[in-house]
Nanobody, 120 residues
Framework: QVQFVESGGGLVQAGGSLRLSCAAS????????MGWYRQVPGKQRELVAI???????NYADSVKGRFTISRDNAKNTVYLQMNSLKPEDTAVYYC??????????????WGQGTQVTVSS
């Protein structure tokens, strides 16, 4: 069973930094793309950053130049380094992966979420 354990969220002042971690189990981590999403109450969950199995990355325009996604396949862990944080980055952050299973059904898995709050 695929499981994620997220950590690293918290309260930080604007301009500060946080590093989120997502430890995965129950999957062949190294072959799967991993993503970080965020959600605020009343809004849709949005993609923040994604990293492919080969290390290619993509970012939402709102976080480019401030956030960095990385992965450590030896630790089955994906990270999100968040610098120059702004109050509008306040959200619950989730890690995610999706892949086709043996029956060719698309499966999507989410972590439990970690709260990031940026005070002005």
């Amino acid at each position: 069973q695929v499981q994620f354990v997220e950590s690293g969220g918290g309260l930080v002042q604007a301009g500060g930094s946080l590093r989120l971690s997502c430890a995965a189990s129950g999957l062949t981590f190294s072959i799967n793309a991993m993503g970080w999403y965020r959600q605020v109450p009343g809004k849709q969950r949005e993609l923040v950053a994604i990293i492919s199995s080969t290390g290619n990355t993509n970012y939402a325009d709102s976080v480019k130049g401030r956030f960095t996604i990385s992965r450590d396949n030896a630790k089955n862990t994906v990270y999100l380094q968040m610098n120059s944080l702004k109050p509008e980055d306040t959200a619950v952050y989730y890690c995610n992966t999706r892949f086709y299973d043996s029956s060719r059904s698309l499966r999507s898995y989410w972590g439990q979420g970690t709260q990031v709050t940026v005070s002005s």
